[in-house]
């Protein structure tokens, strides 16, 4: 079933961020409407919202500053940055629950980067270390 | 360098730390630049706060096998990369 709700959705061009109903509002605020997202160019600065089964199309400057802030998280820049964001916290949360991934998971560890040492934040939780104890004498 | 690249470069079950015991910061940066060594380093200041310092010996190098709940699995250059085959 979730299959052929997949495959309609593909075949009709909508993307899963058009199932997000919302009630947007106008610039000046006087006016609000129900409505699904369809598309937001941003480079256009136009956004495209079904109405039931009807395409309205308007630039972005006519919504109010909180839907601009919600279409602007809507981006595939911003999308990628929380699911960045996302990833570092599971991370973080999962070397937590680590003895020694606790210790160092952030704030610890430098990495060698151009000419110095650079703070490192682990980037991903592994299940044992090496460590090497040396110096260079 | 051989083995981490063979065996710890691209393995995500394993970190590879570098714990520096060089006390004077630019001398551990000195040898991580001339040697360009890719790993993250615990310099001399964080060694307490690591949580590392523990399992330290009182010679150099030396490796050591540990897995996330501080358990030391293997010691010693030859028996922690070849226990890393097991893993």
């Avoid at chain 1, 979730?2 to 997000?20: D, E, N, P, Y």
């Avoid at chain 2, 470069?9 to 590879?16: I, L």
Wanted: aromatic content about 10%; overall charge negative; glycine content about 4%.
């Amino acid at each position: 079933m979730k299959k052929t709700i997949c495959i309609i959705l593909a075949a009709s061009g909508l993307s899963l961020i058009a199932l997000q109903a919302r009630t947007w509002t106008s610039a000046d605020g006087s006016k609000t409407f129900e409505g699904n997202l369809k598309s937001y160019d941003k480079a256009a600065g136009v956004v495209k919202v079904l109405k039931g089964i009807r395409e309205v199309s308007f630039k972005v400057e006519m919504l109010s500053e909180a839907d601009r802030e919600w279409l602007q998280s809507q981006t595939p820049e911003a999308k990628a940055n929380k699911d960045a964001a996302d990833m570092e916290q599971a991370v973080l949360e999962e070397l937590e629950n680590q003895v020694i991934g606790s210790k160092i998971k952030k704030g610890v560890l430098s990495v060698l980067e151009d000419d110095g040492f650079v703070d490192h934040t682990m980037t991903y939780a592994p299940e044992y270390y090496v460590v090497y104890y040396s110096a260079s004498w | 360098m051989e083995s981490f690249n063979n065996k710890i470069a691209d393995n995500d079950k394993v970190e590879f730390v570098h714990f520096s015991l060089d006390r004077s910061p630019e001398a551990a940066l000195a040898w991580a630049k001339k040697e360009n060594f890719p790993w993250p380093h615990v310099l001399a200041d964080k060694h307490v706060e690591s949580g590392l310092q523990k399992y330290a010996k009182r010679f150099v190098p030396y490796y050591m096998l540990i897995d996330k709940d501080g358990k030391i699995l293997a010691e010693g250059s030859q028996a922690v990369f070849d226990k890393i085959d097991d893993l």
